[in-house]
């Protein structure tokens, strides 16, 4: 039934084709109607179209239908909302290549980015929500097995001998490419060279028998497969593993980076649509205290202080954060770490 209602969704938009051209390169494309079943749907029923990186999912399980109810009782309309949710990268390039999105959150601002540049995003898309339009927030995490028993306290233990660390990989996850530039941040912040931030940064990826295509792939291989003897991973996918009676000890280092997380309305998309207003009314409405309480108890730093303040034990603040623009911005990051023939593939040649 899922399935169908897809392929009668992407019937609608005329955008079959670019349906099975989504299968064959394995997006996970999982849509669902929030407001009424397909029988019932009035045509008039305006629809909004989400796409998002595979952890925010169920948070907007439970913010979609909020805003939806909240939407009705003040328009007298049903939406119908259709979500996707996968690796960040994967979905920037499903996006660009015709995934119908009306509202995009991504885990990094490089991606958003990328879609812009693609001419789907008007630029200034930051001003156009509050907080920068950085709705989510979260920091890096050493999650050990049980008992500590490598001892592993700090960013500077990673490098020790015999020991396997499970992280994503930075070329299909937006989580590995903010671990990677907490790794070299951190030794930034201390005064080190690049030389020496990048030495060190090679010497943590030698501990790294397996990347994983994603963070809820890094945590099934941790937690699950039972591989690894540490993970990094997002913060906040620690803490939802934990609510799932998957909880594992985990230390958040007190030098660490501010992962933030943009969202965005699709201009393109929604001029063609029609339904910029609600896709504009829905996030704005993510920055709600409603929508922020549901972000925060999968994980999510909350962007809204009072809500911060309501999650205070949950949350404990890091001593020294530092941001991608202490870095030099994402332009920069990109070209001197991720682009083909960079640092990290350098790194990765070195070591192999």
């Not at 920091?139 to 008992?147: D, I, M, N, Q, S």
């Not at 020991?163 to 030794?187: E, H, Y």
């Not at 280092?253 to 943009?262: A, C, F, G, R």
């Amino acid at each position: 039934m899922g399935l169908w209602r897809s392929i009668v969704h992407l019937i609608f938009r005329g955008r079959l084709s670019r349906f099975i051209f989504l299968i064959f390169l394995g997006i996970n494309l999982s849509l669902a109607i929030t407001s009424c079943s397909m029988s019932n749907a009035k045509n008039s029923d305006p629809e909004l179209t989400l796409v998002s990186y595979a952890v925010t999912r169920p948070a907007y399980k439970k913010i979609i239908p909020q805003f939806v109810a909240q939407w009705e009782q003040q328009h007298n309309q049903k939406i119908r909302f259709y979500e996707s949710y996968a690796p960040s990268g994967a979905q920037t390039r499903a996006v660009i290549d015709g995934l119908d999105a009306d509202v995009v959150e991504l885990a990094l601002a490089l991606d958003m980015q990328k879609i812009e540049n693609a001419g789907l995003i008007q630029q200034g898309w930051e001003n156009e929500a509050p907080n920068n339009a950085i709705v989510t927030k979260s920091v890096a995490v050493l999650v050990t097995r049980e008992g500590n028993p490598k001892q592993i306290q700090t960013w500077e233990d990673l490098t020790t001998d015999n020991l396997d660390i499970i992280t994503a990989n930075p070329k299909t996850s937006g989580v590995a490419r903010w671990n990677f530039l907490a790794l070299w941040g951190v030794q930034k912040q201390v005064g080190m060279t690049d030389s020496q931030a990048l030495e060190f940064t090679k010497k943590v990826y030698q501990n790294v028998p397996i990347m994983p295509r994603d963070a809820r792939e890094a945590s099934d291989v941790f937690i699950n497969q039972n591989q690894g003897d540490i993970l990094i991973n997002y913060e906040n996918e620690i803490i939802l593993a934990g609510l799932r009676e998957k909880k594992r000890p985990y230390i958040v280092p007190e030098t660490n980076i501010s992962i933030e997380n943009p969202v965005a309305v699709v201009d393109k998309n929604v001029d063609k649509h029609g339904n910029r207003e609600i896709a504009e009314a829905f996030v704005k409405y993510l920055f709600t205290p409603a929508a922020q309480r549901e972000f925060a108890k999968i994980g999510f730093r909350p962007v809204n202080s009072n809500v911060t303040q309501e999650f205070a034990d949950r949350y404990p603040p890091v001593k020294k954060l530092f941001t991608v623009q202490d870095l030099g911005g994402w332009d920069k990051v990109q070209s001197q770490f991720f682009d083909n023939g960079a640092a990290f593939d350098k790194i990765q040649a070195s070591i192999r």
